[in-house]
């Protein structure tokens, strides 16, 4: 049984070993079949439901069945009674959904597709950091491992961070992980103290300050909206902070109709079809790309997709142990933002 070790997002028992000496992972597929169809077509006769993330690729975007950021998937994972998930996103996603639905077969399309952020917190580093604040309750970004989901007691996702730490008694002290970013936000946003875990996601930690501002003069009537997970430099000069939904949400009924967005390119895609008259700009990075993708979560094609459907590989596969420990701060997370009407 292949394992990760580096990246250590926990997919124990995922035989990618043998998939790739068989080929799946890399199937070709006749390039004249009707992707969109033959997708179709196999989610109906096997009960699938597809869903996607907004970074994922705007094919896979227009085919899922439901789009959405982490919060809305994690729902969406709880509530669907389709038999099979394909998870269009990367590993944490899939395995959310493996551990809010236990008993149904969870596909992810590539396995590689990781999280640079859930690489930042390995389990056994993460476990002997908690260790040393024993009085702390842990609240973990839900773009972290299954193994460190296993050790918090209240996940949450970029849509509901703020208003879960707010729900929390003044005097409960907190370990925040593994985004400083996100942490460091939250702590402005909510005046609380709390420990942060120093992990970062490449893509939201490579935007250009010094570009920005200079596409920002080229650009004077463009408001800059920026997810959470962005450096302080960057979120200071932002017009306004978000979830991707958030965003979202915010160029469909803000009257402005230009926006640089700092988070990445694939939310672009619903962004000009919620609103074809409005023009948006994706943030430049500090290289020489004119757009910030993250490079995980492109690993995912429609091919890929397409295969994973086909032939119901590569599956999602965690132990019982783990999934039960993993569950219970997931749950914990639904039922406040249900109370909260998140």
């Not at 890929?304 to 039960?324: F, G, R």
Request: charged share 25%; with cysteine.
């Amino acid at each position: 049984m292949y394992k990760f070790e580096n990246r250590k997002n926990n997919m124990e028992n995922i035989k990618i070993a043998e998939l790739d000496k068989l080929g799946y992972l890399n199937m070709p597929v006749d390039p004249t079949l009707d992707l969109f169809f033959e997708i179709e077509k196999l989610k109906k006769e096997k009960n699938a439901v597809i869903l996607a993330h907004y970074y994922q690729d705007s094919d896979i975007q227009d085919i899922a069945d439901y789009i959405g950021d982490s919060l809305g998937l994690s729902q969406e994972a709880a509530k669907t009674s389709a038999d099979i998930i394909v998870f269009a996103g990367v590993h944490f996603m899939a395995e959310t959904a493996k551990i809010l639905s236990p008993n149904k077969k969870v596909l992810l399309p590539d396995l590689k597709a990781g999280c640079s952020l859930a690489d930042t917190c390995p389990p056994n580093l993460f476990l002997e950091f908690k260790k040393k604040y024993p009085d702390h309750l842990v609240i973990t970004y839900v773009n972290c491992s299954a193994g460190i989901k296993a050790l918090s007691d209240i996940v949450c996702t970029s849509s509901n961070a703020v208003q879960i730490v707010e729900s929390l008694p003044l005097d409960q002290k907190i370990i925040f992980a593994p985004d400083k970013n996100l942490g460091a936000y939250i702590i402005k946003k909510t005046g609380r103290d709390m420990v942060l875990w120093n992990g970062a996601c490449m893509v939201h930690e490579i935007f250009s300050l010094e570009k920005i501002t200079k596409l920002k003069e080229r650009h004077p009537e463009a408001k800059l909206i920026a997810h959470p997970e962005c450096e302080d430099s960057v979120l200071a000069i932002a017009d306004f902070i978000g979830s991707t939904t958030a965003l979202l949400n915010y160029t469909s009924k803000d009257s402005a109709n230009s926006y640089i967005v700092a988070t990445e390119s694939g939310i672009l895609h619903q962004m000009i079809l919620a609103n074809p008259t409005k023009q948006f700009i994706p943030a430049p990075p500090n290289n020489n790309c004119a757009c910030n993708d993250c490079p995980h979560m492109k690993l995912n094609t429609l091919e890929k997709l397409y295969n994973c459907l086909k032939y119901e590989l590569p599956e999602v596969t965690l132990s019982d142990d783990l999934i039960n420990k993993a569950k219970s701060p997931i749950i914990r997370m639904l039922d406040i933002s249900a109370k909260l009407g998140l």
